[in-house]
């Protein structure tokens, strides 16, 4: 099936630093890119839809400043926490989604990444 | 707005079938998925069934869909130990297509005791 790459999987960095993640499609097209989060013990929540070429749309309550979303080509979108703080260390997942008009079914998913703000 | 519930812990014996349940609440959704997660790791896509249908079978998953009462479940036959991780039950959001945003219920720790 599809790949998708996320990287790096995990990182460690100081308060007030920031942290870029990358999601790539490694074997197909993705015009968008989904952005989730999960909490210890927690679902998934959707934080961002990424579109190529255009602004990423974030869900309610979600900080577009501090979580910047690029979405340079067909297959790269890259989430960075800008001033990260110890209350946004958690588990970032993306997911890719194939051109519209793929018979795909499947949203697929990067490894994630463990992010810890010290 | 739309949410999708499933209960939180689900002990069953090595060699037992397990069913994990999960309600959602919107119903334009076209696709419903179960994704498992082992410590640690991202999610894998178990399987998936689209609205119409009301049942799926893969190997040994079974997956039941009631669309009058957006009830969806997933039965693992013969449950071995490494089926124990984290099962999250999904919704596509909308009537869109395929390949869309989901929105994930809590997720149903399995654990299998041998």
């Known amino acids: 099936g599809a790949v998708v790459s996320q990287h790096p999987s995990r990182v460690i960095c100081k308060s007030g630093t920031s942290v870029k993640i990358e999601c790539r499609s490694l074997?197909?097209?993705?015009?968008?890119m989904f952005w989730y989060r999960q909490f210890p013990k927690q679902s998934l929540m959707l934080m961002a839809t990424?579109?190529?070429?255009?602004?990423?749309?974030?869900e309610q309550g979600v900080e577009k400043d501090k979580f910047l979303i690029n979405h340079a080509s067909l297959t790269l979108s890259t989430l960075t926490v800008t001033s990260a703080h110890p209350e946004d260390s958690s588990f970032y997942i993306c997911?890719?989604?194939?051109?519209?008009?793929?018979?795909?079914?499947?949203?697929?998913f990067g490894q994630g990444t463990r992010l810890t703000v010290v | 707005g739309e949410d999708v519930e499933q209960s939180l812990f689900l002990s069953v014996r090595e060699g037992d079938s397990s069913v994990i349940n999960c309600t959602y609440t919107d119903s334009s959704s076209t696709y419903l998925y179960w994704y498992k997660q082992e410590p640690g790791a991202g999610l894998q896509l178990l399987t998936y069934?689209?609205?119409?249908?009301d049942m799926k079978q893969d190997q040994r998953l079974t997956v039941l869909l009631n669309k009058k009462d957006k009830h969806l479940s997933l039965r693992i036959a013969d449950t071995q130990t490494g089926d124990s991780a984290i099962y999250f039950c999904a919704e596509s959001i909308g009537a869109n297509q395929a390949g869309t945003a989901l929105i994930f219920g809590k997720g149903t720790t399995l654990s299998v005791s041998s």
């Open positions: 997911s890719a989604s194939p051109i519209p008009g793929s018979e795909d079914t499947e949203a697929f």
């Open positions: 990424s579109n190529e070429g255009s602004k990423a749309t974030y």
């Open positions: 074997d197909f097209q993705a015009t968008t």
């Open positions: 069934i689209f609205s119409n249908m």
